[in-house]
């Protein structure tokens, strides 16, 4: 079954950094787009970031631009975000998600993982 | 970015239809999927493209388009329905690849 496994949260102080990795499993990782979404504590879902199945295409939120860096290791089933220059509204819920079809629909989630950014 | 807009709380009785709808000017090019979110919960797509329902997603759960207004009805809402529901479709200003609204919450009383 498919699964997507969130890692690399926690509390990191305003300015810092952090890397986000997502093991997948239970399907071809390198056949599928995917994406991060974050979610705020008690907020709605806000769309991150997006990385094409070879890596070569890339989007970013413009809240997250010039911040964060996606990628991903096709050979190691693994999807990363690198997170620095982190501010107080980067906290949130990142959640792992792969897309149905090119840029298409989110049909698996991870769990997630909080980043806290707090002095 | 283009913007998807959800009435905030809806309300519907026990056994009873509901349509929870999301409007944008994207929609009017581009089918809108759904996702339910319970507390605590990641998110579950219930509809995706025209009306298109994942395994293991009940059949009262059905989506609709028109114009710029997509609708994801629930038909004889149920007690475990009770969640966020929120709209994403792709973004028509080509600079995003996706959109969320801003969710809907789903009170079945």
């Known amino acids: 079954q498919v699964q997507l496994v969130e890692s690399g949260g926690g509390l990191v102080k305003p300015g810092g950094s952090l890397r986000l990795s997502c093991a997948a499993s239970?399907?071809?990782?390198?056949?599928?787009?995917m994406s991060w979404i974050r979610q705020a504590p008690g907020k709605g879902l806000e769309w991150v970031s997006y990385?094409?199945?070879?890596?070569?295409?890339?989007y970013y939120a413009d809240s997250v631009k010039g911040r964060f860096t996606i990628s991903r290791d096709n050979a190691k089933n693994s999807l990363y975000l690198q997170m620095n220059s982190l501010r107080a509204e980067d906290t949130a819920v990142y959640y792992c998600?792969?897309?149905?079809?090119?840029?298409?629909?989110?049909?698996?989630w991870g769990q997630g993982t909080l980043v806290t950014v707090s002095s | 970015s283009s913007e998807l807009t959800q009435d905030p709380a809806v309300s519907v009785a026990l056994g009873q239809t509901v349509r929870i709808t999301c409007q944008g000017d994207?929609?009017?090019?581009?089918?809108a999927s759904w996702y339910q979110q319970k507390p605590g919960q990641a998110p579950v797509l219930v509809i995706y493209g025209k009306n298109n329902r994942p395994s293991g997603i009940p059949d009262r759960f059905s989506g609709s388009s028109s114009g710029n207004t997509a609708s994801l009805t629930i038909t004889g809402a149920q007690a475990e329905d009770e969640a966020d529901y929120y709209c994403n479709s792709r973004d028509s200003s080509g600079n995003h690849p996706r959109v969320f609204g801003g969710g809907t919450k789903l009170t079945v009383l």
């Open positions: 994207s929609l009017r090019s581009y089918y």
């Open positions: 990385i094409s199945s070879s890596g070569s295409t890339i």
């Open positions: 239970g399907f071809t990782f390198s056949d599928y787009y």
């Open positions: 998600v792969r897309h149905l079809a090119v840029a298409g629909d989110f049909d698996y």
